[in-house]
């Protein structure tokens, strides 16, 4: 996604602040998938869309409330809260203070301002990548549904937890028995596989090709694995240094603000890869495989 179709969706948000939006609708207006959208708007941003068009909501009454005779009832309805009461609750978490203090002299409120977007490029940092080109390729996985809320939320261990599930079940030793010895590497797949919906499909499997036994793939199907297919692409290969996941998070970061306006390649819909090596290199919690095309 561009700085341009950022900044779109922002002024898309702005135009219709009062209705009944969320970052599906951001997604449509700017003609992005949702998953995609949500994904790179939160990583450039620092925060989801929806979150922004709550907190620009929160601001907006606050300042209505206090320069008008907007009534606290009608402020709820008009920022897209279902009852006062839950507008009061979400008032006070943003602000700290209720509607009703709001509106008298003295009142201590949050200023939240619309978003613009700039990337600043400042000397001396250095992103190493490689670009790559994969085929078609097959993957035995173990697969599971996501929603698109949880991307960049720092609170959020849904899928760190999914790999600790696989571990403790022994699903993924199984995957790598398949493979013959020195080339058991573990793929993380991430895919929006789902248009226009609110998931996204994250698994976790070996590479399918002549080092894979058949009939331990077949022997697996049978026990709720999955067929993960990717498409031709070309890729931004990154190495993550670290010792804990949140070192992808922070490639992913790099990756928007730094190397896609740099270079002008942006993400493609196909699936990205995180690659664990089974001899990695010390240091290197995994490699990031995004999917791009040139602009």
């Not at 449509?28 to 995609?36: L, Q, R």
């Not at 000397?123 to 790559?132: A, L, P, T, V």
């Amino acid at each position: 996604m561009s700085i341009q179709l950022i900044q779109k969706a922002i002024r898309y948000m702005e135009e219709h602040i009062c209705e009944d939006i969320n970052y599906t609708d951001v997604a449509n207006s700017i003609h992005m998938s949702n998953y995609n959208f949500h994904r790179t708007f939160s990583f450039i941003a620092g925060m989801t869309a929806n979150e922004y068009i709550r907190n620009r909501r929160l601001t907006l009454a606050a300042q209505e409330l206090q320069t008008t005779d907007l009534s606290v009832i009608d402020a709820a309805y008009k920022y897209g809260y279902e009852s006062p009461e839950s507008f009061s609750k979400a008032f006070v978490r943003f602000h700290g203070s209720t509607p009703k203090q709001a509106k008298k002299p003295g009142a201590k409120l949050h200023l939240f301002n619309p978003l613009v977007i700039k990337i600043i490029t400042e000397g001396g940092s250095i992103m190493d990548y490689r670009m790559e080109h994969r085929e078609p390729q097959r993957f035995l996985a173990m697969v599971r549904a996501f929603s698109n809320e949880i991307i960049n939320d720092c609170n959020d261990h849904n899928i760190p937890g999914f790999w600790t599930e696989c571990f403790d079940k022994n699903l993924v030793e199984p995957m790598k028995q398949i493979r013959k010895e020195g080339k058991r590497d573990i793929y993380g797949l991430c895919s929006p596989t789902r248009e226009n919906e609110t998931h996204f499909d994250y698994g976790i499997g070996v590479i399918i090709d002549e080092d894979t036994d058949s009939a331990g793939v077949k022997k697996l199907l049978e026990n709720g694995y999955t067929i993960w297919k990717t498409k031709a692409a070309d890729y931004a290969v990154f190495k993550c240094p670290g010792a804990g996941e949140d070192c992808i998070g922070e490639t992913w970061t790099k990756f928007f603000k730094e190397f896609s306006p740099q270079t002008g390649y942006v993400q493609t819909d196909d699936t990205d890869i995180e690659i664990y090596y089974e001899k990695g290199e010390e240091g290197i919690f995994c490699e990031l495989w995004v999917p791009v095309r040139k602009i």
